[in-house]
């Protein structure tokens, strides 16, 4: 049992998961990889169902949550319920009477999606930090080249970026992996990367952006947990999270970011330049 205080709110939570979670053992990890990449569950399911999707056991689970300080996992639960409640009072609600009415009915499944990217923007609204957003914009306003990196459910992310900085006369370069040529050369001292990617995390962009720390270049990380590997890099993180309809994720909420990220730094430079 922890002596720490247990988070009040969905702040403190994150800080604290990311501090600890390095040095936790692989199952507690497991909890907080789980945890940190479907907050949007906590509030409505229990711990067997949390613990199964994390692949531990229901104690170790209890055991997580009393690390992060809390007296169990009704007291995490609580604190959840109690962060969403007026983000979605009836999500599980909704979702249930949908899929009882046939889910499997192209309809439905597009109002599930239609709900579910509604959650993750309103997520996204209450939960990016305005302070690394602006840092963002800065340090890629005032870069020489910028590097675009993401692949797999990234690469539209990326692709997006691209397309909108063309179209701003933004100096930029996608790394698309094509014909598996190496782009790393073309990454100079001063640049800046955008590095994309979610769980399970491309190695690919892993290691392009530690390669563009190594250089002592900023990376701007868009990634979806307290314990991206991104983070370990010292990457500037803008976090984002998608609800999920079943095991299919959407890309609302980080669409919606990028497309804010570009806009703004395509006015950021525009006044520089007046």
Partial sequence: MTDQTAPVSLEEFNHRLAEISEAMPKR???????????????????????????????SAFM????????????EMQKMFRETYAQKWPDYATRLENLRASGADSPSALLAEFVEAGRLSLENLASSID??????AVDVLAAAPMIHIVGFRRAFPVASYLSYAFEKMD???????GVGKLNPRHAIRKGDVMIAITFAPYS????DLAAYA???????????DTMTSPLRR???????????DVGAFRALSATLSLAISLAVAIGAKRDQAAQ
């Fill in 63 to 74: 055991r997580f949550c009393q690390l992060l300080g809390f007296s169990g996992f009704s």
């Fill in 130 to 135: 305005a302070g690394s957003l602006e840092e």
């Fill in 28 to 58: 507690l990890r497991q909890c907080a990889e789980f945890v940190a990449q479907n907050t949007d569950r906590i509030a409505v399911s229990t711990v067997a169902e949390l613990s199964a999707g994390a692949g531990v056991q229901p």
């Fill in 213 to 223: 720390r190594g250089l002592g270049n900023p990376v701007v990380a868009i990634t």
């Fill in 170 to 176: 933004i100096p930029a370069v996608l790394h698309d």
């Fill in 233 to 243: 890099i010292d990457a500037l993180t803008l976090a984002v999270s998608e609800v």
């Fill in 203 to 206: 190695q690919e962009t892993i």
